[in-house]
Protein backbone atom coordinates (compact mmCIF):
# COMPACT_ATOMS: atom_id res chain seq x y z
CA UNK A 1 0.00 0.00 0.00
CA UNK A 2 1.44 3.57 -0.71
CA UNK A 3 1.16 6.11 1.67
CA UNK A 4 -1.82 9.05 0.96
CA UNK A 5 -3.63 11.09 3.34
CA UNK A 6 -7.11 10.22 4.11
CA UNK A 7 -9.08 14.42 3.81
CA UNK A 8 -12.23 13.03 5.04
CA UNK A 9 -10.30 11.83 8.60
CA UNK A 10 -8.09 14.91 8.96
CA UNK A 11 -11.95 17.31 8.94
CA UNK A 12 -13.08 14.59 11.41
CA UNK A 13 -9.93 14.94 13.65
CA UNK A 14 -9.60 18.37 13.26
CA UNK A 15 -13.69 18.59 14.76
CA UNK A 16 -12.42 16.76 17.87
CA UNK A 17 -9.44 18.23 18.59
CA UNK A 18 -11.34 21.69 18.44
CA UNK A 19 -12.86 20.76 21.50
CA UNK A 20 -8.96 20.77 23.53
CA UNK A 21 -8.03 24.19 21.66
CA UNK A 22 -4.43 25.65 22.23
CA UNK A 23 -5.03 26.22 25.85
CA UNK A 24 -6.17 22.55 26.30
CA UNK A 25 -2.80 21.19 24.70
CA UNK A 26 -1.07 23.80 26.64
CA UNK A 27 -2.19 22.98 30.15
CA UNK A 28 -1.42 19.18 29.43
CA UNK A 29 2.11 20.38 28.63
CA UNK A 30 2.08 21.96 31.91
CA UNK A 31 0.92 19.05 33.77
CA UNK A 32 1.86 16.25 31.97
CA UNK A 33 4.94 17.12 29.70
CA UNK A 34 8.40 15.48 31.54
CA UNK A 35 10.19 17.44 29.11
CA UNK A 36 8.60 20.79 29.68
CA UNK A 37 9.28 19.95 33.48
CA UNK A 38 12.63 19.14 33.31
CA UNK A 39 13.05 22.52 31.29
CA UNK A 40 11.44 24.13 33.82
CA UNK A 41 14.03 22.57 36.26
CA UNK A 42 17.10 23.83 34.42
CA UNK A 43 15.05 27.44 33.81
CA UNK A 44 14.69 27.99 37.54
CA UNK A 45 18.24 27.30 38.07
CA UNK A 46 20.10 29.01 35.58
CA UNK A 47 17.19 31.15 34.00
CA UNK A 48 15.41 31.41 31.09
CA UNK A 49 18.04 32.88 28.76
CA UNK A 50 20.47 30.45 29.69
CA UNK A 51 18.01 27.62 29.79
CA UNK A 52 17.44 28.53 25.69
CA UNK A 53 21.03 27.55 25.30
CA UNK A 54 21.07 23.95 26.93
CA UNK A 55 17.84 23.54 25.08
CA UNK A 56 19.04 23.62 22.13
CA UNK A 57 22.27 22.01 22.26
CA UNK A 58 21.08 18.99 23.75
CA UNK A 59 18.03 18.70 21.36
CA UNK A 60 20.40 18.80 18.37
CA UNK A 61 21.76 15.56 19.59
CA UNK A 62 18.72 14.17 21.43
CA UNK A 63 18.35 10.49 18.74
CA UNK A 64 18.96 7.58 19.18
CA UNK A 65 18.67 7.45 22.72
CA UNK A 66 19.44 4.16 25.03
CA UNK A 67 16.61 6.22 27.62
CA UNK A 68 13.26 7.45 27.07
CA UNK A 69 13.28 10.59 25.78
CA UNK A 70 11.62 11.96 29.11
CA UNK A 71 14.26 10.01 31.22
CA UNK A 72 17.04 11.99 28.72
CA UNK A 73 15.79 15.50 29.89
CA UNK A 74 15.23 14.64 33.53
CA UNK A 75 19.24 13.01 33.62
CA UNK A 76 20.03 17.13 31.91
CA UNK A 77 17.76 18.67 34.57
CA UNK A 78 19.77 16.79 37.43
CA UNK A 79 23.08 17.49 35.45
CA UNK A 80 22.43 21.47 35.56
CA UNK A 81 20.89 21.37 38.92
CA UNK A 82 24.43 19.69 40.49
CA UNK A 83 26.86 21.49 38.56
CA UNK A 84 24.66 25.11 38.62
CA UNK A 85 22.79 25.47 41.99
CA UNK A 86 25.81 26.77 43.52
CA UNK A 87 28.60 27.32 40.68
CA UNK A 88 26.94 30.08 38.72
CA UNK A 89 27.34 30.44 35.12
CA UNK A 90 30.03 32.64 33.75
CA UNK A 91 29.85 32.43 29.91
CA UNK A 92 28.59 30.77 27.29
CA UNK A 93 31.82 28.08 27.50
CA UNK A 94 30.61 27.09 30.48
CA UNK A 95 27.12 25.96 28.95
CA UNK A 96 29.03 23.89 26.31
CA UNK A 97 31.35 22.35 29.19
CA UNK A 98 28.42 21.05 30.71
CA UNK A 99 26.71 19.82 27.62
CA UNK A 100 29.48 17.81 26.91
CA UNK A 101 30.01 16.58 30.20
CA UNK A 102 26.27 15.30 30.20
CA UNK A 103 26.80 13.53 26.93
CA UNK A 104 30.07 11.77 28.42
CA UNK A 105 27.74 10.59 31.75
CA UNK A 106 24.43 10.18 30.81
CA UNK A 107 23.53 6.73 29.63
CA UNK A 108 21.23 7.59 27.38
CA UNK A 109 23.85 8.69 25.20
CA UNK A 110 25.75 5.92 25.00
CA UNK A 111 25.18 4.99 21.11
CA UNK A 112 27.93 7.63 19.09
CA UNK A 113 28.63 9.56 22.41
CA UNK A 114 31.99 10.97 20.47
CA UNK A 115 29.77 11.73 17.10
CA UNK A 116 26.85 13.83 19.33
CA UNK A 117 29.69 15.55 21.17
CA UNK A 118 31.07 16.51 17.81
CA UNK A 119 27.79 17.68 16.77
CA UNK A 120 27.49 19.69 19.73
CA UNK A 121 30.92 21.32 19.40
CA UNK A 122 30.03 22.13 15.56
CA UNK A 123 26.47 23.72 16.71
CA UNK A 124 28.13 26.26 19.08
CA UNK A 125 31.03 27.33 16.57
CA UNK A 126 28.79 27.91 13.69
CA UNK A 127 25.72 29.47 15.79
CA UNK A 128 28.03 31.29 18.69
CA UNK A 129 26.72 35.15 17.74
CA UNK A 130 22.78 33.77 17.46
CA UNK A 131 23.73 32.30 21.02
CA UNK A 132 25.23 35.38 22.47
CA UNK A 133 22.13 37.53 21.22
CA UNK A 134 19.84 34.51 22.97
CA UNK A 135 21.56 35.11 26.44
CA UNK A 136 20.81 39.10 26.22
CA UNK A 137 17.46 38.78 25.04
CA UNK A 138 15.47 35.13 24.08
CA UNK A 139 12.30 36.52 22.61
CA UNK A 140 14.09 36.83 19.39
CA UNK A 141 12.46 33.05 19.43
CA UNK A 142 9.23 34.65 19.40
CA UNK A 143 9.97 37.84 16.73
CA UNK A 144 11.47 36.10 13.94
CA UNK A 145 11.14 32.33 14.16
CA UNK A 146 11.68 31.03 10.82
CA UNK A 147 14.70 32.77 11.15
CA UNK A 148 15.81 30.86 14.10
CA UNK A 149 14.74 27.86 12.47
CA UNK A 150 16.83 28.80 9.17
CA UNK A 151 20.05 29.45 11.63
CA UNK A 152 19.65 26.03 12.95
CA UNK A 153 19.31 24.62 9.93
CA UNK A 154 22.08 26.02 8.41
CA UNK A 155 23.92 25.45 10.74
CA UNK A 156 23.81 21.91 10.70
CA UNK A 157 23.45 21.45 7.21
CA UNK A 158 20.22 19.67 7.43
CA UNK A 159 16.14 20.60 5.62
CA UNK A 160 14.19 22.79 7.99
CA UNK A 161 11.54 19.62 7.64
CA UNK A 162 13.92 17.78 9.52
CA UNK A 163 12.60 16.28 12.85
CA UNK A 164 15.95 16.77 15.07
CA UNK A 165 15.33 20.65 13.34
CA UNK A 166 11.33 20.82 14.52
CA UNK A 167 12.17 19.66 18.14
CA UNK A 168 14.98 21.97 18.65
CA UNK A 169 12.70 24.73 18.16
CA UNK A 170 10.25 22.72 20.32
CA UNK A 171 12.60 22.59 22.97
CA UNK A 172 13.67 26.45 23.19
CA UNK A 173 10.09 27.05 23.48
CA UNK A 174 9.70 24.90 26.45
CA UNK A 175 12.44 26.70 28.27
CA UNK A 176 11.19 29.69 27.58
CA UNK A 177 7.04 29.43 28.53
CA UNK A 178 6.13 29.78 32.20
CA UNK A 179 3.47 27.42 33.62
CA UNK A 180 0.19 28.53 32.73
CA UNK A 181 1.57 30.92 30.36
CA UNK A 182 -0.67 30.90 27.10
CA UNK A 183 2.57 31.42 24.53
CA UNK A 184 2.48 29.99 21.15
CA UNK A 185 5.42 30.09 18.63
CA UNK A 186 4.07 31.84 15.49
CA UNK A 187 5.49 29.30 13.34
CA UNK A 188 4.35 26.91 10.80
CA UNK A 189 6.82 24.39 11.02
CA UNK A 190 5.83 20.69 10.07
CA UNK A 191 5.51 18.39 12.85
CA UNK A 192 8.51 15.95 14.42
CA UNK A 193 7.99 12.70 13.56
CA UNK A 194 9.08 10.02 16.05
CA UNK A 195 7.77 7.00 16.92
CA UNK A 196 4.58 7.68 18.71
CA UNK A 197 3.72 10.60 16.56
CA UNK A 198 3.83 8.12 13.61
CA UNK A 199 1.56 6.28 15.84
CA UNK A 200 -0.79 8.57 16.25
CA UNK A 201 -0.63 9.48 12.72
CA UNK A 202 -1.42 5.79 11.73
CA UNK A 203 -4.01 4.51 14.31
CA UNK A 204 -6.10 8.08 13.62
CA UNK A 205 -5.89 7.01 9.97
CA UNK A 206 -5.31 10.65 9.14
CA UNK A 207 -2.89 8.94 6.59
CA UNK A 208 -3.10 5.03 5.03
CA UNK A 209 0.04 3.43 4.78
CA UNK A 210 0.73 -0.82 5.79
CA UNK A 211 2.74 0.26 9.42
CA UNK A 212 3.48 3.12 11.41
CA UNK A 213 7.15 2.86 10.64
CA UNK A 214 6.65 3.50 7.34
CA UNK A 215 5.58 6.92 8.51
CA UNK A 216 9.03 7.13 10.27
CA UNK A 217 10.92 6.17 7.45
CA UNK A 218 8.90 8.68 5.31
CA UNK A 219 7.54 11.38 7.44
CA UNK A 220 6.40 14.02 4.25
CA UNK A 221 2.53 12.73 4.56
CA UNK A 222 2.11 12.93 8.08
CA UNK A 223 3.57 16.57 8.43
CA UNK A 224 1.24 17.57 5.92
CA UNK A 225 -1.91 15.94 7.68
CA UNK A 226 -1.17 16.91 10.84
CA UNK A 227 -0.33 20.55 9.33
CA UNK A 228 -3.58 20.91 8.10
CA UNK A 229 -4.93 19.89 10.87
CA UNK A 230 -3.33 22.56 12.49
CA UNK A 231 -4.57 24.74 10.61
CA UNK A 232 -8.03 23.99 10.92
CA UNK A 233 -7.50 23.72 15.19
CA UNK A 234 -6.32 26.98 15.58
CA UNK A 235 -3.29 24.62 17.16
CA UNK A 236 0.13 25.06 16.68
CA UNK A 237 2.12 21.93 15.12
CA UNK A 238 4.95 22.20 18.12
CA UNK A 239 1.71 22.10 20.65
CA UNK A 240 -0.11 19.60 18.65
CA UNK A 241 3.16 17.34 18.95
CA UNK A 242 2.93 17.55 22.66
CA UNK A 243 -0.61 16.20 22.41
CA UNK A 244 0.41 13.33 20.15
CA UNK A 245 3.24 12.49 21.93
CA UNK A 246 1.35 12.06 25.38
CA UNK A 247 -0.86 9.76 23.65
CA UNK A 248 0.51 8.36 20.83
CA UNK A 249 2.39 5.22 21.95
CA UNK A 250 -1.23 3.89 23.49
CA UNK A 251 -2.22 2.66 20.12
CA UNK A 252 0.94 1.30 19.77
CA UNK A 253 1.56 -0.79 23.21
CA UNK A 254 -1.83 -1.79 24.38
CA UNK A 255 -4.78 -2.85 23.00
CA UNK A 256 -7.16 -0.37 21.33
CA UNK A 257 -9.63 -0.58 23.82
CA UNK A 258 -6.98 -0.21 26.65
CA UNK A 259 -5.24 2.58 24.78
CA UNK A 260 -8.40 4.40 24.25
CA UNK A 261 -9.44 4.25 28.14
CA UNK A 262 -5.63 5.53 28.96
CA UNK A 263 -5.75 8.34 26.31
CA UNK A 264 -9.36 9.15 27.88
CA UNK A 265 -7.58 9.12 31.47
CA UNK A 266 -5.22 11.94 29.95
CA UNK A 267 -7.17 14.08 27.95
CA UNK A 268 -9.93 13.98 31.16
CA UNK A 269 -6.88 16.48 32.73
CA UNK A 270 -8.63 19.21 30.39
CA UNK A 271 -11.99 18.15 29.64
CA UNK A 272 -14.84 16.19 31.29
CA UNK A 273 -14.43 12.38 31.45
CA UNK A 274 -17.71 12.01 28.96
CA UNK A 275 -16.16 14.17 26.38
CA UNK A 276 -12.71 12.83 26.83
CA UNK A 277 -13.66 9.41 25.96
CA UNK A 278 -15.92 10.41 23.22
CA UNK A 279 -12.87 11.68 21.72
CA UNK A 280 -10.18 9.30 22.65
CA UNK A 281 -12.27 6.53 20.97
CA UNK A 282 -12.98 8.72 17.97
CA UNK A 283 -9.40 9.54 17.15
CA UNK A 284 -7.54 6.28 17.64
CA UNK A 285 -9.14 3.73 15.50
CA UNK A 286 -6.66 1.12 14.97
CA UNK A 287 -4.00 -0.41 16.38
CA UNK A 288 -0.56 0.56 15.03
CA UNK A 289 0.99 -2.32 13.05
Known amino acids: MTQHIDYERINEVSILLKT???EGVIKLEDTLDPQFKALKRISRVIGKNYACIYALLVALVSYK???????????????????????PLNSLSDVLSDVLWFIDNCRGAAIAREARKSRVVKAFRELRGFLDSIVSDYSYVYRDPQGFLRL?????????????????????????????EVKTI?????????????????????????????????????QEAWSIVSRE????????????????????????EDARRVVANILSSIIGEDNAYKISSKLYIVKCT
Open 152 to 180: ISRALGAEEWRKTIAFTVKMVYYATRDPG
Open 65 to 87: LTMRGEEWWECLAEVIESRRLYN
Open 20 to 22: IGV
Open 233 to 256: TGIPTLNLDTLLWLTGWAPRDLSL
Open 186 to 222: NLNIPIPVDSRVACATFSSMIVKTRSYRDLIVNPRLA
